[in-house]
């Protein structure tokens, strides 16, 4: 059974660099695709960022380049989700997610965490 759990969270102010963190477990995950996604609302959700555990290569969406750093401690089995100059627009529930497969959809991944709540006041 595969768990994703996030943390990292909360309130920041504008211009700040939370670090959000998903714990993984259950699998051995050296094949899976990792990918941050968030939702705000009234929003679709949308994808942020996601990175191979084989390549360690990760890829952005465009509101993420540059701001964004996605990172795995395959040591610890985390993944990470380092956001600088963060701005209100980027408020939202951030979801971890986890696939099998080397390029999976948006849609397609099959484990999926809670979600940790950032805020950014203005």
């Known amino acids: 059974q595969v768990q994703l759990v996030e943390s990292g969270g909360g309130l920041v102010q504008a211009g700040g660099s939370p670090r959000l963190s998903c714990a993984a477990s259950?699998?051995?995950?050296?094949?899976?695709?990792m990918g941050w996604f968030r939702q705000a609302p009234g929003k679709e959700r949308e994808f942020v960022a996601d990175i191979s555990w084989s390549t360690g290569r990760g890829y952005y969406a465009d509101s993420a380049k540059g701001r964004f750093t996605i990172s795995l401690d395959m040591v610890k089995n985390t993944l990470y989700l380092q956001m600088n100059s963060l701005k209100p627009e980027d408020t939202a529930v951030y979801y971890c997610?986890?696939?099998?497969?080397?390029?999976?959809?948006?849609?397609?991944?099959?484990?999926w965490g809670q979600g940790t709540q950032v805020t950014v006041s203005a």
């Open positions: 997610a986890a696939d099998p497969s080397p390029n999976p959809g948006d849609y397609e991944y099959d484990y």
């Open positions: 259950g699998r051995t995950f050296s094949r899976y695709t």
